[in-house]
């Protein structure tokens, strides 16, 4: 099945100091989910935000009429303590790390009866072997295209290869099921990785790194240049 492309702002790169009113524009220009990046200096070597920071976002969103939704990438381990935190904060769509859960089936189903669409996250040398048994639970398969941890790092272009084969899983299990990548997404390669089978594109430098601070408007150029490549594909 295919699904209309999204382009998902990676709120890692965003300004922290005015976090509504960036989401805000970035939405208003364009963009169809909220990429809502959790990490725990433990699983990852950094730390961000959480859940009080999401309800608050959304919230605010809720207030402006923004009615896209939120997907929560978990960089946490454990995973399972946090995620009723997360589906009562306003997460859509929410994802972890199968390396993270010490049983990724329950954590899927924890997620499912929260409320919330699930998805496993591969790093780059994860196996998508993780799969095999629990496609019928997935909404969402994240391949990372970078280590997670850091916003601003280079594509691994060997996620391309795994994007194929994904796509190939998804096609031939007939789920409906959406394939995101994150890391190193920006005007100058997202055609390639649509073309690779991808439907859902996370950027942070490539999106936020390029606006003018005081224009509300500073995000419709890049948007528009992400489409016009997605049309191309
Ligand atoms: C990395 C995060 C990403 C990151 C992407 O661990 O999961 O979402 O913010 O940032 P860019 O697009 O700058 O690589
Ligand atoms: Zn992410």
Same mark, same amino acid.
């Given at each position: ?9 990676? =709120? ?43 309800? %608050? ?33 306003? /997460? ?7 390396? /993270? ?7 899927? #189903?924890? =997620? ?32 990372? %295209?970078? *280590?997670?941890?850091?916003? #601003?790092? %280079? ?9 194929? /084969? ?6 031939? %299990?007939?789920?409906?099921? $959406?394939?995101?990548?994150? #890391? ?6 997202? $055609?390639? =990785? ?22 509300? *408007? $500073?995000?419709?150029?890049?948007? $528009? ?9």
């Amino acid at each position: 099945m295919k699904h209309p492309n999204w382009i998902a702002p990676s =709120i890692l790169s965003a300004d922290f100091a005015r976090l509504g009113d960036d989401v805000k524009d970035v939405l208003l220009s364009g963009a169809d989910i909220v990429h809502f990046d959790v990490m725990d200096n433990h699983y990852v070597p950094n730390l961000t935000i959480g859940p009080l920071v999401c309800d %608050s976002l959304k919230n605010y969103m809720t207030k402006n009429g923004l009615e896209q939704p939120i997907d929560v990438h978990l960089m946490v381990k454990p995973v399972d303590r946090v995620i009723p935190d997360f589906a009562k904060a306003g /997460a859509n769509y929410i994802t972890f790390h199968p390396e /993270a859960s010490e049983h990724i089936d329950r954590s899927l #189903g924890l =997620i499912k009866d929260c409320g919330c669409k699930a998805g496993l996250v591969f790093n780059p040398a994860t196996s998508l072997d993780y799969l095999e048994y629990v496609m019928d639970k997935i909404d969402m398969i994240l391949i990372m %295209s970078v *280590n997670p941890g850091f916003g #601003g790092q %280079s594509f691994i272009p060997q996620a391309l290869n795994k994007l194929r /084969a994904v796509r190939k899983m998804i096609d031939a %299990s007939g789920y409906d099921i $959406r394939l995101e990548i994150d #890391g190193g997404v920006k005007v100058e390669n997202i $055609r390639e =990785i649509a073309e690779a089978g991808c439907d859902t594109f996370v950027s942070g430098s490539g999106l936020f790194g390029k606006g003018l601070a005081t224009d509300p *408007n $500073r995000y419709d150029t890049i948007v $528009r240049q992400m489409r016009e490549e997605l049309a191309k594909a």
